[in-house]
Structures are given as structure tokens and as C-alpha cells.
């Protein structure tokens, strides 16, 4: 079988393309001859790429470009299934790894004041996304479609018209090995002293980029509520506007660390305590697997597809996102806990069924009835 993966940049540390490595091991194991369909690619290997990489300026035309040159590359070398990681009508099989792009701006347009709505409404990038979405979940030639969580499914089935039976959920698998609670024993001592914190200080860690959307700001108020000096907020990831997020933080009583961007993110699982993702919207982080594999509990909200992994009170708690109130309760709850052997111990359970080889075996399932 020929097959296609369409991914417009392929970095092999992004979330998508470690879901792309568990495809990869599930179709060559089925014989398939894999080729990546891509503007660029870093880590991709000695596989066969087409490279495609039309001249754009903007957003909306960088997208629109390479879907048609994509979609002209695939007919062109007459593939027998195209999996698709980009909104592009017209291929086989789509990864629905960032959710519903309509559902995004509707919760975004519900909390927003009147110039973001009007931001909103006249940004024709939002229109692009929106038609091509809509064109490509209907689109005859669609057969499965993956889901990272039951919630984006349940948000496609009630979004655009799809047979429910091209819905398929197949949560994102991870190293079991690599993000191990003996990596936390080993690396949280020197960790935690590089960041400066006590013994006895609790360490809440944030990790994702786009701090909107990951509710950074709800994060930030809720440790100024829990008013505990003990409590730090450790911040991994990038944002254009992180000067004002960092503004915010000078205001709140308690402890923020923006560290930026980190490829290795395991020291800090190691010197955390809890984590903590209040997000708006988030189809299924693998951050969040990762915390638990490393016996870490999780705070996450309603709006995150990690929700569904999430027991109350045995390997994390479930908040509503905007509600720094709330969240600072949960924190507070969270610190008479954490410590003890149980939670974590429950959380590294928890992870053990999101394994790599469950994933592929699942995958491998798929690709075999199409």
C-alpha cells in the first residue's frame, strides 16, 4: 500500500509528529511504503519525502497554497490512502489533533469583549479555516477520521453532517519508559534547586504554548487567591505577548518562573508537584499524559479532552476554565495531598494504558479496515 502523510511542517518533537512516529510504526508494520507530503521537514529521516512549497505571504495563503499543492502532489502519484494532519477537503484519512476550529471561536466569542469579536468576525483566516473544515468533514472522499478525545468527537459529530462511524478515538500513546516516575526520583533534587524552591514549596507546573487558550491568566489570578507563599507557578512554553502575561504575574502574591520554551521538559515534571492546564480550549495535551506517567496529579478543566482520564481526587481534579476561584480552591486541596504516595502512584497508573504500542495496535486496527 502507498500512503501518504500530509503534514505542512513536520518537526519530529511536535505533539502531531509523535502521533505521525506511532502511525509510521503501525503501517510498516503492514507493509505500507510511507511518504511525507510537507513545505518542511526536520526529522523525518531517510524516509521519501515530496516537498512541496509554494511561494505565500500570510496565514491564510500559506495554508490555501499548500493545500492545493498537496492535494495536486497526491493525485499526482496516485496514493492508496492519504492521512492528512492539515484541513485539506478531499483526503482519506484526517487527524483531528486541533479540534474543531468553529468550536475554538465560538468559546472564544464568548467571553470576549466588542473589539475581539470584531477581530474576530473580520479576520478572513477564520473564514478559511472554518470553510475548509466544514468542506473537509463532509467531503465524500473522507472515510475515518481520528480523534485525539471523545470531546472533539462529540464536537465534529454535532458540528458538520459525518457519519458517526468515520469517527474513530485514538488517544495520542507515549514512552512509558522515558516519562517514568524514576526519572522524577532521579532528576527532582537538582531541579528544584535550580529553580530556587524550598523543600516544603509546592510547585505548580504550566506547560503548553498560546497561554490564551491554555488559561495562563486564570492560573496566575487563581495563585494570587490561594494567597499560600509557599505555592510557585513554573511556566514552560512560548507567547508573543508574554511581557503582559509576566505584568499579571508581578501582581500576584506567590511565585511565577517563565522559563520559555524547553525540548526536555522532564526536570520539571520532576520538580513539580502538581500540574496544572485551567484551558479554554485543548483537544487532548499530551502534556497531560506525560505528567501523569511521571506520577505526577493533574489539574486540568472541563474544556480539555484530558478531562476523560481524569478521577476526581485519586490522580487529579477537573476545574471550570475562567474561574480563578475555583482553581485556587483545587490548588489548595491539591497541596494536602500531593505529597502523599497514593496520588502519584494513581496517576502513573493512569498513563499506563496510553502507551505507544496500544496506540499503534489501535491504529493498526484502523488501517486494516480501510
Request: positive net charge.
Amino acid at each position: 500500500m502507498k500512503l501518504a502523510i500530509v503534514r505542512q511542517r513536520y518537526n519530529a518533537f511536535g505533539g502531531a509528529e509523535r502521533f505521525v512516529a506511532r502511525s509510521l510504526a503501525a503501517l510498516e508494520r503492514a507493509g505500507a511504503q510511507v511518504t511525507l507530503i510537507t513545505r518542511k521537514e526536520e526529522g523525518w529521516g531517510a524516509r521519501r519525502t515530496l516537498r512541496v512549497d509554494p511561494f505565500y505571504i500570510g496565514n491564510l495563503w500559506r495554508d490555501w497554497s499548500f493545500a492545493g499543492a498537496a492535494r495536486k502532489a497526491w493525485r499526482r502519484e496516485g496514493f492508496d490512502l492519504v492521512q492528512s494532519h492539515e484541513r485539506i477537503p478531499g483526503c482519506d484519512v484526517y487527524r483531528a489533533g486541533d479540534g474543531v476550529h468553529r468550536r475554538w471561536l465560538e468559546l472564544r466569542r464568548s467571553s470576549a469583549g466588542f473589539l475581539e469579536r470584531l477581530g474576530i468576525a473580520l479576520n478572513p483566516y477564520h473564514g478559511y479555516v472554518c470553510r475548509a473544515e466544514k468542506e473537509m468533514f463532509e467531503h465524500p472522499r473522507l472515510r475515518a477520521v481520528i480523534c485525539n478525545s471523545k470531546m472533539v468527537r462529540d464536537e465534529i459529530r454535532r458540528a458538520f453532517r459525518i457519519e458517526p462511524e468515520k469517527l474513530h478515538v485514538i488517544y495520542s500513546g507515549i514512552d512509558l519508559e522515558h516519562f517514568h516516575p524514576r526519572e522524577r526520583e532521579h532528576l527532582r533534587g537538582a531541579a528544584r534547586a535550580e529553580l530556587g524552591c524550598a523543600p516544603r514549596d509546592t510547585v505548580f507546573l504550566h506547560v503548553g504554548s498560546g497561554f490564551a487558550r491554555k488559561g495562563l491568566d486564570a492560573a496566575i489570578e487563581a495563585l494570587g487567591l490561594a494567597a499560600n507563599p509557599a505555592f510557585w507557578l513554573v511556566v514552560v512554553g512560548r507567547d508573543r505577548e508574554r511581557a503582559k502575561y509576566e505584568q499579571k504575574a508581578n501582581t500576584a502574591k506567590g511565585k511565577v518562573l517563565f522559563l520559555g520554551g524547553r525540548e526536555d521538559v522532564r526536570p520539571l515534571y520532576a520538580a513539580a508537584d502538581c500540574f496544572i492546564l485551567p484551558s479554554r480550549y485543548d483537544p487532548f495535551p499530551n502534556t497531560v499524559l506525560e505528567a501523569l506517567a511521571m506520577g505526577l496529579p493533574v489539574i486540568v478543566s472541563t474544556r480539555c479532552g484530558a478531562a476523560e482520564v481524569i478521577e476526581p481526587g485519586v490522580n487529579g481534579w477537573v476545574c471550570e476554565p475562567d474561574d480563578p476561584p475555583g482553581l485556587a480552591r483545587l490548588m489548595q486541596t491539591a497541596d494536602q495531598v500531593i505529597r502523599s504516595a497514593g496520588i502519584g502512584q494513581s496517576a502513573r497508573a493512569s498513563a499506563e494504558r496510553f502507551g505507544m504500542d496500544a496506540t499503534a495496535e489501535r491504529l493498526a486496527e484502523l488501517y486494516a479496515s480501510l
